[in-house]
């Protein structure tokens, strides 16, 4: 029996961030991929694999030495259009990097961009205990997120359900 592509994806995740910490500097960051990818399937309610595969590496070409050609060869050409989309372009001035963020999210699959409500929502969930001027910052992605995942809540009812609980989320801290 073929194990699901999630569990290949998580081990990579894991081979692949094993230096990195989270901002408090003792988290690992494989713990943030990994909560992203259990709020898309738990709290999300999508079982998509494109989808969890995405939100395991949805940083790795951001932040680690991992480029589009080897996701694709390892997870598949759906996986590392998601992971594309959601990997901002570091060569670009920071305005200018979050337009073309935002339309190259926005032109992705739709995959992409449920696991960007679940980023938006685990790093709220993280700057909630920070303070006021990072929270509202956050707060600002979390809306972009949800502006940019709109068009998918009719044809996708987990992407509306996503919305539902990051809306939620934002506005009752």
Known sequence: MQRPMWIEAASFAARRHRH????????????????????V????GCDDP????????????????TDFDEIEEHF?????????ALTKNAAMPEPEREADYDRRLAAGPWQA????LAD?????????????????????RCERAIALARADAHDHPEVAWAIEVLSQLIAGD
């Open 20 to 39: 990195g910490v989270r901002k408090d500097g003792r988290t690992p960051y494989v713990a943030h991929v990994f909560r992203v990818a259990m709020t």
């Open 41 to 44: 399937r738990d709290v999300f």
């Open 76 to 84: 598949g050409r759906a996986a590392a259009e998601c992971v594309s």
């Open 120 to 140: 938006a929502h685990d790093n709220f969930i993280d700057a909630s205990s920070g303070n006021k001027v990072a929270l509202d910052r956050v707060r600002e």
């Open 50 to 65: 494109t989808a969890l595969v995405a939100a395991l590496l949805h940083d790795t070409i951001e932040d680690t030495e």
């Open 113 to 116: 961009r449920i696991v960007k």
